[in-house]
């Protein structure tokens, strides 16, 4: 998103020629941004449901030498903007690498074009953030985020495979994946059953 309020969207598979999308303008507004920014943690909030947790490009406020085309008075149909590849571009090679968070951009983004900003509680946005794993479970991730397939033996007749893709359970050549929610339902199940049946205490 632009000073301006403009919020420009790219989309495909990284790695790959990315489909940019006509520019969004703002919604007329004593301050343009702010609708946008709401709009912007809405966005942020639903990848997160949908299991995407690994941010490629983490959120930024940067300064970019890159001039924005003007919007015209009625920025829709024929008027409306069209898609600015420079821009994304510009902002990929100036983003930094290093982690961060969206609200950090924000109140980054807030305070370089001078707009009212609350004050920024980095211990709560800690606080806010998932629980550490559990060693096994982190190494698990580690194989997922790397390619790799974490999968029960191949000696069982009923099993289950799991990639950064999709979970798929098994009986004997036939399987099926699952979709989000019944992940989640299984890890819910599983985790119930595991403290139902605790280990007996030597």
């Given amino acids: 998103m632009t000073e301006t309020g403009v919020r420009h969207i790219c989309r495909g598979v990284y790695g790959g020629q990315g489909a940019f999308s006509r520019p969004e303008p703002p919604a007329?507004?004593?301050?343009p941004v702010h609708g946008q920014i709401l709009r912007l943690r809405a966005i942020h909030a639903k990848y997160l449901d949908q299991g995407y947790t690994r941010a490629l490009i983490p959120p930024a406020c940067v300064h970019l030498d890159v001039t924005e085309p003007p919007l015209h008075s009625h920025p829709y149909g024929k008027d409306a903007p069209r898609p600015h590849p420079e821009l994304f571009a510009a902002f990929v090679g100036s983003a930094p690498g290093s982690p961060a968070r969206l609200e950090e951009a924000i109140h980054?983004?807030?305070t370089a074009i001078g707009a009212p900003a609350r004050p920024l509680h980095l211990d709560r946005l800690a606080r806010s953030g998932p629980p550490p794993l559990p060693p096994r479970a982190?190494?698990?991730l580690r194989t997922l985020a790397c390619g790799a397939k974490v999968a029960?033996?191949?000696c069982r007749a009923v099993g289950y495979s799991v990639t950064a893709d999709a979970v798929r359970l098994r009986v004997g050549r036939a399987g099926e994946a699952l979709d989000r929610k019944a992940v989640v339902e299984l890890q819910a199940a599983l985790t119930a059953w595991l403290r139902l049946n605790q280990p007996p205490t030597p």
């Avoid at 007329?28 to 301050?31: C, G, Q």
């Fill in 28 to 31: 007329r507004s004593e301050n």
């Fill in 108 to 110: 980054d983004f807030y």
């Fill in 138 to 140: 982190a190494a698990m």
């Fill in 152 to 154: 029960s033996p191949d």
